[in-house]
């Protein structure tokens, strides 16, 4: 099962940041979360991880909680062709504590309206 | 760069029939993994390989096969293909196996089992 919760679905003016939640309150100490998104049925596009401190990238910032029970997807200046899923997910610790298995969630859909 | 490559993009297929779904990669990529989505279940974990010679299963393997006998290829093998296997197959790869290492996607095999 995903190991984290988003909101189905958001809307956002065309300019402004888009700010999208993400609860992991059973994350563990050594995995990362990481946000994905999905346009129309292209692959998933890799936008952003992190592992405890903030992190920021030329598509994005990611805000994570003190306790790493939430973080925030920040998308600065959102563009109509930012509309797509996004898929927040913590990357899972297999068998050996170092692999990584990445579990996708239903994730959000972000409408970015004119 | 090309990346993850998926072929064939379309594959329509009878029930009882088989067939491979081809994944390569040109990075060097030690990890791989495939996945299936359907609407309204995001994407599944199917089977991944942490390198050459070692594949595991993930959420929904069954009725699917996978091998790696090289870093670069990664197939999918349907043995004998039912209904409930049309979906969107995704592969994916990543630098390795550890939980920093973003997955990067090919763009997909769309398949429908008449």
């Known amino acids: 099962d995903a190991k984290t919760t988003q909101p189905t679905s958001m809307d956002c003016a065309e300019g402004r940041a888009a700010n999208l939640p993400c609860n992991h309150s059973t994350i563990s100490g050594n995995e990362y979360v990481y946000w994905y998104r999905q346009i129309h049925s292209q692959g998933p596009q890799y936008i952003i991880h992190g592992l405890k401190n903030n992190e920021t990238n030329e598509m994005a910032s990611l805000i994570i909680t003190e306790d790493r029970k939430s973080s925030t997807l920040i998308l600065p200046h959102a563009t109509l062709r930012d509309t797509a899923v996004y898929y927040c997910i913590v990357r899972v610790a297999g068998r050996s504590s170092n692999t990584g298995k990445l579990i996708f969630g239903q994730g959000t859909t972000l409408q970015v309206k004119p | 760069n090309a990346g993850v490559t998926q072929t064939p993009k379309f594959q329509v297929l009878k029930t009882g029939q088989s067939m491979t779904l081809q994944c390569a990669q040109d990075m060097n990529h030690e990890y791989m993994s495939w996945y299936r989505q359907d609407p309204g279940m995001g994407l599944r974990l199917i089977h991944y390989s942490v390198g050459a010679g070692i594949t595991d299963q993930g959420e929904v393997p069954n009725g699917y096969n996978v091998s790696r006998s090289t870093t670069e290829d990664f197939p999918l093998r349907l043995l004998s293909a039912a209904p409930s296997q049309t979906s969107v197959y995704f592969c994916?790869?990543?630098?390795?196996?550890?939980?920093?290492?973003?997955?990067?996607f090919g763009n997909g095999t769309r398949l429908t089992v008449t």
């Open positions: 994916a790869s990543s630098y390795s196996q550890g939980l920093s290492s973003p997955l990067h």
